[in-house]
């Protein structure tokens, strides 16, 4: 939705994990560059693709639950071959 709140039209892509979890603490801090964990190796990438996905406009959705593992969630908004957003 943009500021309008108008649906734009988007690509979404999901990868999920059949881990333990990630704790409150973790989640909290996992897109901070060199976060230690013991649970994963945050480091840079989660840092990049954050800024990557907010800088084009995009969303980033993390959800980790216990004995099920963690599914993060990333949406783009679709653009014409200009640049333009696709209304």
Same mark, same amino acid.
């Given at each position: /939705?943009? =500021?309008?709140? &108008?649906?734009?039209?988007? &690509?979404?892509?999901?990868?999920?994990?059949?881990? %333990?979890? /990630?704790?409150?603490?973790?989640? %909290?801090?996992? @897109? $901070?560059? @060199?976060?230690?964990? #013991? $649970? /994963?190796?945050?480091? !840079? =990438?989660l840092t990049a693709v954050y800024?990557?996905? #907010?800088? %084009?406009?995009?969303?980033?959705?993390? *959800? %980790?639950?216990? =004995?099920?593992?963690?599914? &993060?969630? *990333?949406? !783009?908004? !679709? &653009?014409? $071959?200009? =640049?333009?957003?696709?209304?």
């Amino acid at each position: /939705m943009n =500021g309008r709140g &108008v649906h734009l039209p988007k &690509v979404e892509s999901q990868v999920t994990d059949t881990g %333990s979890r /990630m704790t409150q603490e973790t989640q %909290s801090h996992m @897109f $901070e560059p @060199f976060f230690p964990t #013991k $649970e /994963m190796n945050v480091r !840079l =990438g989660l840092t990049a693709v954050y800024g990557i996905v #907010k800088q %084009s406009a995009g969303q980033v959705d993390v *959800v %980790s639950r216990p =004995g099920k593992g963690t599914v &993060v969630r *990333v949406a !783009l908004p !679709l &653009v014409r $071959e200009d =640049g333009r957003l696709l209304h």
